[in-house]
């Protein structure tokens, strides 16, 4: 397996909303603690504005180049933010940044840990629970062999010193998952309040990989402690795949699921001047079963140069397209 991605700085840019104080079966065990920072301090004082939403200049949080970025709001502290992102500086990729001042300043970058024969990979996801304690997710790859991997996680009380990471969810000999995405229901109406979710595709990788992939979508009650793995959506022989999941959650607990469909037709695998389809499913039960998947759009995408799927039309090129390949 080889992997190749495109190095270019990124100048992260953000634009803040002005945000409200109160806005399958496999378990797993491996747990990193909280680390508790004697310095973590969290302030119940909103952002403020003279006009919501409130939008911020640019500001640059990587020193050394980063790519995939991710951004949450502490809900005690809105002031307080965390970036996940690709960074150059760390060995493989994945850190996290952070600013107790609503984005004026940034924190270097916090590397993610490696976790016995698994390293961080790519694509890291970042949010807050309801307690203002801090996740960050990303891929982890196997460093014997390069084909198998997991998602793993960390925690944090202050998002810079954060503990020893974890895995969310199943671990196989057998398996890589692929963009993963993390979701938190941090809503204080939630019968589920500060549950974690982290879904991600899986690709069979033996003898090789992308042979057969499905969505699936691990869940813990716990703060990490133990994770379920249930599938959303069944397996299917390559080039279909669904990929690019992402998670939000509503006041009632209710879960809601999103992510890039891909079906054999096309004259490329994986999107690639094809027709994707832009996906929904819900769980009303914390993740434990889904509803059957809609269809929320469609896109003919256009030729990439390279990438695992096209760009979006009309776009000049400038749609989002994958970047990381394997043979």
């Given at each position: 397996?080889s992997?190749?991605s495109i190095?270019?700085?990124?100048l ?11 806005s ?15 310095s ?12 919501a939403?409130c939008v ?5 949080v ?6 995939d ?7 005690l502290?809105p002031?307080?933010?965390l970036?996940?992102?690709d960074d150059f500086?760390?060995?493989r990729g994945?850190g996290?940044y ?7 300043t940034w ?5 993610m840990m490696s976790?016995n024969?698994?390293s ?7 949010g807050?629970?309801g307690k203002?304690v801090a996740y960050?997710?990303?891929?982890y790859?196997?460093?014997s062999?390069?084909?198998?991997g997991?998602?793993?996680f960390?925690r944090?009380s202050d ?5 020893p990471p974890?895995?969310a969810?199943l671990?196989?000999?057998?398996i890589?998952p ?5 979701g ?9 309040v500060?549950?974690?979710y982290?879904s991600s595709t899986?690709y069979?990788c033996r003898p090789a990989c ?6 699936v979508?691990?869940?813990s009650g716990?703060?990490?402690k133990?994770?379920?793995t249930?599938?959303?959506?069944p397996?299917q ?7 690019y999941s ?10 809601f ?12 695998s994986?999107?690639n001047?094809?027709?994707?389809y ?11 079963t889904?509803?059957t998947?809609?269809v929320?759009a469609?896109?003919t995408?256009?030729?990439s140069?390279g ?5 979006i ?9 994958h ?5």
């Amino acid at each position: 397996m080889s992997m190749k991605s495109i190095f270019c700085g990124l100048l992260v840019s953000i634009a803040l909303s002005q945000f409200a104080s109160e806005s399958g079966l496999c378990q797993s065990t491996l747990f990193p603690t909280v680390y508790e920072s004697p310095s973590a301090s969290f302030s119940a004082t909103p952002a403020t504005c003279s006009s919501a939403p409130c939008v911020l200049s640019p500001v640059q949080v990587s020193q050394s180049g980063a790519t995939d970025a991710s951004i949450a709001a502490n809900p005690l502290s809105p002031q307080h933010l965390l970036v996940g992102a690709d960074d150059f500086s760390c060995f493989r990729g994945p850190g996290a940044y952070v600013s107790v001042n609503a984005g004026s300043t940034w924190s270097s970058p916090a590397c993610m840990m490696s976790l016995n024969m698994y390293s961080p990979l790519l694509g890291p996801s970042v949010g807050y629970d309801g307690k203002g304690v801090a996740y960050i997710a990303a891929d982890y790859i196997d460093e014997s062999n390069f084909q198998l991997g997991m998602v793993g996680f960390q925690r944090s009380s202050d998002g810079v010193a954060w503990g020893p990471p974890g895995s969310a969810g199943l671990v196989s000999p057998y398996i890589f998952p692929d963009s993963p995405w993390l979701g938190i229901d941090s809503n204080k109406s939630s019968p589920r309040v500060n549950s974690l979710y982290a879904s991600s595709t899986q690709y069979i990788c033996r003898p090789a990989c992308y042979g057969a992939s499905r969505l699936v979508i691990s869940r813990s009650g716990d703060g990490g402690k133990t994770w379920q793995t249930s599938a959303v959506t069944p397996w299917q022989k390559q080039p279909a795949a669904d990929e690019y999941s992402n998670i939000a959650t509503g006041k009632d607990g209710t879960v809601f699921l999103t992510w890039l469909h891909c079906p054999r037709a096309g004259p490329t695998s994986g999107c690639n001047r094809s027709t994707a389809y832009m996906m929904f499913s819900k769980s009303k039960n914390g993740g434990s079963t889904w509803s059957t998947p809609t269809v929320m759009a469609t896109a003919t995408l256009v030729t990439s140069s390279g990438g695992y799927v096209g760009t979006i039309p009309n776009t000049k090129g400038a749609g989002y397209k994958h970047t990381r390949h394997r043979s």
